[in-house]
């Protein structure tokens, strides 16, 4: 007798083969995993409300035709999340915030909490984002308690990663990417997670990584964690013109895209690629 069980979860498919040989089981598992694609627009500190609405009327114009290859995030200010959260309703387009403070609530002026931000539908939340660790003094461990008031809250951090340009001359670029996760991952649920990884000297530069190079890292990334099944995307001077040959690449499961983002017709073109 030949049973053969499927069974389908998020974005890993797990097929066990039971096999019934002289009255013995013998269990043969194969575990294929199938990465979910995401494509995602960080906005940082762009748009009123009306470019906002602009930009979605020119968007869904875009999207019209297209197959969806890849699940698309939008990652926009605070000041956003409602009125995207009313506008997207319905679609393939997820929202997602930039930022959220470890704790639920208290005295921390200024701050979003992860309760907030689900009273928002955000679904996703950058965390670590270079320019939040080189400007706002986050360290890997506020990092990390970040990536976990996130899945508290079940929504999905988008875990940054990435080196300077002069850790990378120094042939630093392992150990630092591997130092962040380590401290970044402590008792983080790898089952709700996303990784980018965002050399800081590509992002807003024009200067991307070579494509062999960011597979290569994203590579690196995978063996450290251990879901295998997590999505790793990659960002730093993602443009209409180079999104094709990104994702040819095996390990890279999408792209965290800045300024391309901000226009609807160079992001269409990148959802579209
Ligand atoms: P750019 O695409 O503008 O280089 O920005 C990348 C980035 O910081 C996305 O988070």
Same mark, same amino acid.
């Given at each position: 007798m030949f049973i053969l069980v499927i069974k389908i979860t998020s974005h890993i498919y797990p097929i066990q083969i039971k096999l019934n040989f002289i009255k013995q089981y013998y269990y043969l598992s194969l575990i294929i995993t199938v990465r979910k694609k995401i494509i995602a627009g960080n906005w940082k500190m762009h748009k009123t409300q009306a470019e906002a609405l602009e930009f979605l009327s020119v968007l869904k114009l875009n999207l019209a035709? &297209?197959?969806?290859?890849a699940d698309i995030v939008l990652c926009v200010p605070f000041t956003l999340l409602s009125l995207l959260s009313k506008s997207l309703h319905g679609g393939n387009i997820h929202l997602g915030a930039q930022n959220i403070h470890w704790a639920n609530e208290g005295a921390f002026t200024g701050e979003i909490s992860g309760s907030m931000l689900v009273d928002l539908n955000a679904n996703y939340v950058i965390v670590g984002h270079s320019e939040r660790r080189q400007?706002?003094?986050? &360290?890997d461990k506020i990092v990390n308690e970040k990536v976990i008031a996130a899945q508290y809250h079940k929504i999905k951090p988008i875990l940054c990663v990435g080196e300077t340009k002069k850790q990378r001359d120094a042939g630093e670029v392992e150990k630092v990417i591997v130092k962040q996760l380590e401290q970044s991952l402590v008792n983080v649920d790898q089952g709700n997670l996303v990784i980018a990884y965002e050399p800081i000297w590509a992002i807003g530069t024009g200067e991307t990584c070579n494509v062999l190079e960011a597979n290569r890292i994203i590579g690196i990334i995978r063996e450290q964690v251990t879901n295998k099944g997590i999505t790793i995307q990659y960002g730093g001077s993602v443009t209409p013109k180079n999104i094709s040959e990104i994702m040819t690449q095996p390990n890279i499961d999408g792209v965290l895209v800045g300024g391309a983002s901000l226009n609807p017709l160079s992001f269409s073109e990148i959802i579209n690629y």
């Open positions: 035709n &297209t197959t969806e290859k400007y706002f003094g986050e &360290t």
